[in-house]
T-cell receptor, first 111, second 115 residues
Framework: KNEVEQSPQNLTAQEGEFITINCSYS?????LHWLQQHPGGGIVSLFM???GKKKHGRLIATINIQEKHSSLHITASHPRDSAVYIC?????????????FGKGTKLSVKP | ETGVTQTPRHLVMGMTNKKSLKCEQH?????MYWYKQSAKKPLELMFV???????ENNSVPSRFSPECPNSSHLFLHLHTLQPEDSALYLC??????????????FGSGTRLTVV
C-alpha cells in the first residue's frame, strides 16, 4: 500500500461543477503539497500546507492532521483546469526534497 | 514559465551516448533537485543540492551524474543509459529549507527516450 493514496484516479466533470480530490497518507508529516501537472509535463506548485485551509482563486486546499487527510477543491471548474493533480507529503523528520508522491488524479473538465 | 528552465525539452539518445540535461533558475533559491517520473509511477527524488553541495543521493545508479556549479544551475550528466531510464526528468528549486509561502518550483521537465 502506498504511503500516499489519492482518489479518484480519474475524474471527468462538466464545466462549472464543483470538484473534490482526496489525499490520504499514513506517515507523520511536516507539510503536504498539492501540485498540478499539465500534459506537457511541467509541474506547478499549488499549495503547501501543514494545517487548516488555504485558498487561491478558485482553488481551496484543506488538511486534517488527526485524520491524515487532505482535500483539494476546485469551484466553478473550467476546461483549463484539466490536468493531473498530485498530492505529496514531506515526512516528519525527513530530508529536504524527499517528498512522498501520490500517483495523481487525472481531471478532465468538459465544456 | 515558472522561473525554472529546463533544456532540452525532449531528448532521444542511444545507450552508448553521453548527454547532459540542464536546469537553470534565477529565483534566488539555494536548493535544487532532480526528480524522475516514469510512466505510471509517482515522482521519485534523485538528488538534492543545498548551496551547491550535494546533500542527498537517493540510491541513483552511477550512470546518472549530477553537477551543481552554482546555486542557479544544475546539470544531470547521462552515460550508458538503459531503455528503462526513459522517463520525464524534472528539476525543482526552493529555499533551503522550503518556505510555506513558496514551497517548491518545478521546471517543465525533459522527456528522455533511450533507444
Amino acid at each position: 500500500k502506498n504511503e500516499v493514496e489519492q482518489s479518484p484516479q480519474n475524474l471527468t466533470a462538466q464545466e462549472g461543477e464543483f470538484i473534490t480530490i482526496n489525499c490520504s497518507y499514513s506517515v507523520g508529516i511536516s507539510a503536504l503539497h498539492w501540485l498540478q501537472q499539465h500534459p506537457g509535463g511541467g509541474i506547478v506548485s499549488l499549495f503547501m500546507l501543514s494545517s487548516g485551509k488555504k485558498k487561491h482563486g478558485r482553488l481551496i486546499a484543506t488538511i486534517n492532521i488527526q485524520e491524515k487527510h487532505s482535500s483539494l477543491h476546485i469551484t466553478a471548474s473550467h476546461p483549463r483546469d484539466s490536468a493531473v493533480y498530485i498530492c505529496a507529503v514531506g515526512r516528519y523528520g525527513g530530508s529536504q526534497g524527499n517528498l512522498i508522491f501520490g500517483k495523481g488524479t487525472k481531471l478532465s473538465v468538459k465544456p | 514559465e515558472t522561473g525554472v528552465t529546463q533544456t532540452p525539452r525532449h531528448l532521444v539518445m542511444g545507450m552508448t551516448n553521453k548527454k547532459s540535461l540542464k536546469c537553470e533558475q534565477h529565483l534566488g533559491h539555494n536548493a535544487m533537485y532532480w526528480y524522475k517520473q516514469s510512466a505510471k509511477k509517482p515522482l521519485e527524488l534523485m538528488f538534492v543540492y543545498n548551496f551547491k553541495e550535494q546533500t542527498e543521493n537517493n540510491s541513483v545508479p552511477s550512470r546518472f551524474s549530477p553537477e551543481c556549479p552554482n546555486s542557479s544551475h544544475l546539470f544531470l550528466h547521462l552515460h550508458t543509459l538503459q531503455p528503462e531510464d526513459s522517463a520525464l526528468y524534472l528539476c525543482a528549486s526552493s529555499q533551503a529549507p522550503p518556505q510555506f509561502l513558496y514551497g517548491y518550483t518545478f521546471g517543465s521537465g525533459t522527456r528522455l527516450t533511450v533507444v
